[in-house]
């Protein structure tokens, strides 16, 4: 049934990882990324850190509990983003193009045409070492015979290991996982099965069609194939660019002026903006992500998470700064509540596709019919426009449809 061989390769800690490349005095040292204030949330721990049980999604006043000495580092996502580039360039260029960016840290190759004459642990292994040799940064791998037996065979020997599973060995393997780490099985999920039985993969492999429904409804009999080995081997290699771009501020205290708010936008905005332009990317929908604060004495780590959030998607693609900014505050006036101060603020683009890929109608009253040479001409000059405001760090160069604005 299966004819498929599929290596899940994911970078270890690769935010902290990366930042200890940044920073060489980092190395070896327990560090988390995250803002400096208390309540800032924890994205990556490095494993030096993870030795005193300090896991993502912590809150850091509790990490330093657990370790008071703890360095939390702020992310350099260009830096971060450039490395990530570089690593999926790099196997794309010297192993297979048939791979698909899951994300900045992850990324399924299907090696089923170079397995034929090779074995596929002799391959897993040269390219961990070259990832290694290459960029000074480690990786775990996971071989599988469809994405999922890749996906949850990666995190068994991590980090800078290497892991089989085959037909054969996937229920000694994927099995005994417990539930709530099986890829898929979000929070909403976990909560349904929080009184049953069901603790492992297996568990949920085992119940009838029937008790799935029951328990999950339709998702819950996706994730039951997915249980039995039956998922797909589908690798979209055909479309490699990030599926989405996102920024956030976590805030120290509490805002509530939209004054304030207006301006956190305004950067996060041109920071998407930035990232759009620099890897050559259009998007489709904007959204936003607001956290309010939770006004109780006792610390509710779940409560603590919940966000709301809110998506435009526009007619047509675009990198522009200024649409991305008024779509970003319209989804968010559709949030706010003046009364309730704001911890957390995300900006988000998604339906990304390359610049070259898009027919785009210009932003030109009456014009109906566009060659394409003028849309390539267009984009140049956006690209030249914004290229020479972010040097001297102020519009010194602005369109027509600006200067109406401010005259």
């Known amino acids: 049934m299966f004819n498929k061989t599929i ?149 068994l020997h991590k980090p800078n290991g290497i892991t089989l599973t085959t037909t054969s060995n996937f229920k000694d393997n994927i099995w005994p996982i417990s539930i709530n780490k099986m890829y898929g099985f979000g929070q909403s999920a976990a909560k349904l099965l929080n009184n049953t039985k069901i603790k492992t993969i297996k568990d949920l492999a085992l119940l009838s069609d029937v008790e799935v429904y029951q328990l999950l409804n339709k998702k819950g009999l996706a994730l039951k194939s997915e249980a039995l080995g039956l998922g797909s081997d589908y690798i979209n290699y055909l479309s490699n660019d990030y599926k989405s771009i996102s920024k956030e501020t976590t805030l120290n205290t509490p805002i509530y ?12 905005s041109k920071f998407i903006s930035y990232k759009l332009h620099k890897n050559q990317l259009l998007c489709k929908t904007i959204e936003i992500k607001i956290r309010y604060k939770i006004d109780e004495k006792l610390f509710d780590k779940q409560k603590h998470l919940e966000s709301r959030h809110k998506q435009i998607t526009l007619k047509n693609h675009t990198n522009d700064f200024e649409k991305i900014y008024n779509s970003a505050l319209d989804c968010f006036y559709s949030l706010y509540d003046q009364n309730k101060g704001i911890l957390l603020i995300g900006v988000g683009v998604s339906k990304l596709i390359h610049k070259n890929q898009n027919w785009v109608q210009l932003d030109i009253e009456n014009q109906t019919k566009v060659d394409k040479n003028q849309i390539d001409n267009a984009l140049k000059i956006e690209n030249m426009i914004f290229d020479i405001n972010k040097k001297f760090k102020k519009p010194v160069i602005l369109k027509a449809k600006d200067l109406k604005k401010i005259s």
């Open 257 to 268: 002026q939209y004054d304030e708010i207006e301006t956190i936008i305004l950067n996060l």
């Open 7 to 155: 290596i899940h390769i994911d970078m270890d800690a690769f935010f902290a990882s990366c930042m200890q490349l940044k920073h060489p005095e980092l190395k070896n040292k327990p560090i988390v990324i995250s803002n400096s204030f208390d309540k800032s949330i924890i994205s990556t721990a490095s494993y030096e850190a993870r030795k005193y049980n300090i896991k993502a999604a912590m809150p850091l006043f509790k990490a330093k509990k657990l370790y008071p000495q703890i360095i939390s580092v702020k992310p350099d996502m260009i830096f971060i983003n450039n490395i990530s580039y570089q690593i999926w360039e790099f196997i794309k260029n010297n192993y297979t193009n048939k791979i698909e960016v899951a994300s900045i840290d992850e990324a399924y190759l299907d090696v089923s045409d170079l397995v034929k004459n090779t074995n596929v642990l002799i391959l897993a292994k040269n390219i961990q070492k070259d990832i290694y040799d290459q960029f000074n940064l480690t990786c775990s791998i996971g071989i599988g015979f469809n994405r999922f037996s890749a996906k949850m065979s990666t995190s």
